[in-house]
């Protein structure tokens, strides 16, 4: 079995592309499976698994494994305390490298129903100094044990899940401050501090983006500049919201993550959401209603009909309208309606009734790349 460097481009790309998930407004569940499998795929592990540690580092609180099927799950049972070498890692969270587990002097066995394992790789999930938790890896395919580049790549995705862990508890402490009396001040500190080194941090890659670097490094470094501006856009959204003077219960936001959240086992996949404007502020109750509604019609339809693998909820607002935009990558305008016409589908009608009903409009069109694009527009 030929050996690859980890100055691989295959490799390297991967591991590049699995990074930039970071990007996606992606649950933190399917980010953390999808960096597991992808480390054990670039490594040619058998087994992965990753576990997340609480806020004391005291105990695994979630466990996310690779490679063993649903039935030697079932026949492990619980999920493991942190005992022998996960729990090695934990009180000394470093690389380490075995070419047999059970020659390790803190190895503690298998449980019964556990497949047995031979070489080990552990690195810790770590990111601004604090350990989140250990990605491990085991049963190098072809080889006694895993290589040095091996652990650097894995390394790499150990860091991303840490940065995934991160944002997710700090999202949760975000939404506990959320809820005290100083919202004003933090949305003044975000705008004054985070908004405006986003601003330089965009000016900078933009005097960076010109020859003499190559096209392909220009078109990246501009992507990201365009990430950055929606990056901005978002921000400046939950400005809005944090300098509301509405009641503290869930707004149309929350609302509408939570229905996608629920909708997640109809539609097959995780849904990307974003938001631009003073969402709840500015969208009147009876409005809300209806839009509400229209994300769950269509979003069904996607799960039912489209055959889709990836889309997108877009919400936007501003002083004269609220704009819906639900795009998808599936089959087409045909599926869009549910019953293999075009526009004339008992669920498309209702949708365009409630948007005129509100004076507003419902159009249906196919994005570049195909799919289709449903715009549902209303004034305020």
């Known amino acids: 079995m030929p050996y690859r460097h980890i100055d691989d481009p295959a490799r390297l790309r991967r591991l590049l592309e699995a990074v930039l998930l970071l990007e996606e407004d992606l649950s933190v569940p399917v980010l953390l499976?999808?960096?597991?499998?992808?480390?054990c795929s670039i490594?040619?592990?058998?087994?992965?698994?990753?576990?997340?540690?609480?806020?004391?580092?005291?105990?695994?609180?979630?466990?996310?494994?690779?490679?063993i099927s649903d039935e030697e799950a079932q026949a492990i049972g619980h999920?493991?305390?942190?005992?022998?070498?996960?729990?090695l890692l934990v009180t000394d969270p470093k690389p380490l490298r075995l070419a047999n587990i059970a020659d390790h002097p803190d190895s503690a066995g298998f449980p019964p129903g556990h497949p047995r394992m031979r070489s080990f790789l552990g690195v810790p999930v770590a990111a601004h100094n604090e350990v989140y938790g250990n990605l491990y890896l085991t049963d190098k395919i072809g080889w006694s044990e895993f290589t040095e580049d091996d652990e650097a790549l894995v390394s790499s995705f150990a860091h991303a899940a840490a940065i995934a862990i991160e944002n997710a508890r700090l999202h949760e402490r975000v939404q506990e401050i959320a809820v005290l009396e100083d919202r004003d001040r933090i949305a003044r500190d975000l705008h004054d501090s985070v908004i405006q080194r986003l601003?330089?941090?965009?000016?900078s890659l933009q005097g960076l983006a010109k020859p003499p670097l190559e096209p392909p490094t220009i078109e990246r470094i501009q992507h990201a500049i365009r990430d950055l501006d929606d990056t901005i856009r978002q921000v400046r959204s939950s400005i809005f919201e944090l300098a509301s003077t509405s009641t503290p219960k869930p707004g149309l936001r929350a609302s509408v993550l939570a229905l996608v959240r629920e909708l997640r086992p109809v539609v097959g996949f995780d849904v990307s959401v974003s938001f631009d404007g003073p969402v709840d502020a500015s969208i009147p109750e009876p409005i809300a209603e209806h839009l509400l509604f229209t994300i769950r019609e269509a979003l069904t339809n996607v799960g039912r009909h489209a055959k889709a693998s990836r889309a997108s909820v877009r919400l936007q607002t501003d002083t004269e309208s609220v704009t819906l935009e639900i795009v998808d990558n599936?089959?087409?305008?045909?599926a869009a309606t549910g019953d293999g016409t075009t526009g004339t589908g008992l669920g498309l009608t209702n949708l365009r009734r409630r948007a005129e009903k509100l004076g507003g409009e419902l159009e249906l069109s196919t994005p570049e790349g195909g799919g289709t694009s449903i715009l549902w527009r209303v004034p305020v």
């Open 330 to 334: 599936g089959r087409g305008l045909a």
């Open 79 to 87: 999920l493991p305390t942190g005992a022998g070498l996960l729990g």
């Open 33 to 39: 499976r999808h960096f597991v499998q992808e480390a």
């Open 199 to 203: 601003f330089a941090i965009g000016l």
């Open 43 to 67: 490594t040619g592990a058998r087994y992965g698994a990753l576990g997340v540690l609480d806020h004391e580092r005291n105990a695994i609180t979630e466990f996310v494994s690779v490679g």
